[in-house]
């Protein structure tokens, strides 16, 4: 019975498919990475652990976590994103983007969650789409559709499993989500939109919501 005391509930997500979790019980010493190395095997090379604010609680005790929810994803990364301080101006137009954990800390986030109507184009009438920005006020952005399997009809925009070798699709990853390795998503070809980002200047939370906004526009034209 002291034994069964000293293990610690926990459960394992993933930042970007929350979907399916894992419940599992483990000892008080070990740290939360360590748990799930033992528990939950992650496919990326090196990861981080996440706590429900996205801070970085990789080597953390397991009891200091008794109960939780942990969410696995990639190292946390280093950019300039959108300062969380601001998410809610991308809210107004867009009150479903919500940030992704390993990719948002305390002050800024590089990656959204974002739904959006689909004007008939999916089976759930809506998109599901993830934007990678992790330097939102200077550099290209890319978005990705996660429910493509959803797919009713005609699209008017190319969607590509692997990203094309043209100079727009740069950074644009190989078939995976960035910052996954399990997690596939369909890149949508925005076309040479750095141009018109960079006439709009520096503020990270237009450029992000111009970008948005072209993306919802080219998935139902």
Known sequence: MKKMNNMIPLTIANTLDQSTKTRVEVAAHCTVKEAVRQHNPTALAEFDVYDGEGSVISDQQAADHRGATLYVGVEKVVGGGVPRRRLGELQIEY???????????????????????????????????????????????????????????????????????????????????????????????????????????????????????????????
């Open 95 to 221: 009150p479903s983007i919500q940030p992704v954990r390993q990719w948002t800390d305390r002050k800024q986030a590089k990656m959204f969650l974002v739904r959006f109507p689909s004007n008939g184009r999916t089976q759930s009438g809506f998109w599901e789409v993830v934007v990678h920005c992790p330097n939102a006020g200077s550099a290209l952005m890319h978005a990705y559709v996660l429910n493509f399997g959803e797919i009713t009809g005609h699209v008017g925009v190319s969607l590509f499993a692997n990203p094309p070798s043209v100079a727009y699709a740069n950074g644009a990853g190989k078939g995976f989500i960035p910052g996954s390795s399990t997690t596939r998503g369909r890149w949508v070809c925005h076309g040479n939109i750095m141009p018109h980002l960079q006439r709009l200047g520096s503020d990270p939370v237009v450029r992000v919501g111009a970008y948005i906004n072209h993306i919802q526009n080219l998935l139902n034209q």
